[in-house]
């Protein structure tokens, strides 16, 4: 069946340090690829999305692309900052239900 | 975007006794809601969708006799964990969907900030 693996966790970083999430898929077809990003004591929250090959999604800094070829959406930022700590969440669908990966909680140090 | 609450936000109660868990989508009217469980450093694992006046469609594995799910309004459904034990403790998560326009996207799921339960 269809599966999601991301980097994991945590990871800590330096505020202004660059980010990398690694993200892979196993699935048939073509889903669409999203990240969420969870604050502490909130829901998740759509971060950026990507619905076809060659997609870059992209929201507050953050970038992923998808790709085909390594069934790969990694997440990227170039300087991150303390605000960025959280649980990201990479996730893939197709129609209506969301598989998710396991997460990966992200600390950032001023 | 818009708001998904749950209630209660924690809940912890002994053996045998059921547990009634409310998810509300606030400002939008949800035509599908989903209820998930995450363990300890797993992903978040889909239990059970339900569209609004209709019986929950549950994932395999998941017992619907012990995790009773109720839509019965477009803002309003319910996850009661009946007959409680240990192993149900757990985080539980739903999330809501509605018609697309306006800030609501096709098939955008906006998350509840989920229920801790313990089962003692």
């Known amino acids: 069946g269809d599966s999601v693996t991301q980097m994991e966790g945590p990871v800590t970083l330096s505020e202004e340090a660059f980010l990398t999430i690694n993200c892979t898929y196993t699935?048939?077809?073509?889903?669409?690829l999203f990240w969420y990003v969870q604050y502490p004591g909130e829901g998740l929250q759509l971060l950026l999305k990507?619905?076809?090959?060659?997609d870059k999604g992209s929201n507050k800094g953050f970038e992923a692309t998808y790709r085909k070829e390594t069934t790969s959406f990694h997440l990227e930022k170039g300087s991150v900052q303390v605000s960025d700590s959280a649980v990201y969440f990479c996730?893939?669908?197709?129609?209506?239900?969301?598989?998710f990966g396991k997460g990966t909680k992200l600390t950032v140090n001023p | 975007g818009a708001v998904v609450s749950q209630h209660p936000s924690w809940v912890i109660c002994k053996s045998g006794t059921s547990v009634k868990i409310e998810c509300r989508s606030l400002?939008?009217?949800?035509?599908?809601m989903f209820w998930y469980r995450q363990f300890p450093k797993q992903s978040l694992m889909l239990m059970a969708t339900?569209?609004?006046?209709?019986?929950?469609?549950?994932e395999q594995g998941v017992e619907k006799d012990k995790f009773l799910i109720n839509h019965a309004s477009l803002t309003l459904s319910t996850l009661t964990v009946t007959s409680a034990h240990p192993e149900d403790s757990s985080f539980y998560i739903c999330?809501?969907?509605?018609?697309?326009?306006?800030?609501?996207?096709?098939?955008?799921?906006?998350f509840g900030p989920g229920t801790r339960l313990t089962v003692l």
């Open positions: 999330s809501a969907m509605g018609l697309a326009g306006g800030r609501i996207s096709y098939n955008e799921q906006f």
């Open positions: 699935a048939t077809g073509y889903p669409s």
């Open positions: 990507a619905t076809k090959a060659d």
């Open positions: 996730a893939l669908s197709r129609g209506e239900k969301l598989v």
């Open positions: 400002d939008f009217q949800a035509t599908t």
């Open positions: 339900s569209n609004e006046g209709s019986k929950a469609t549950y």
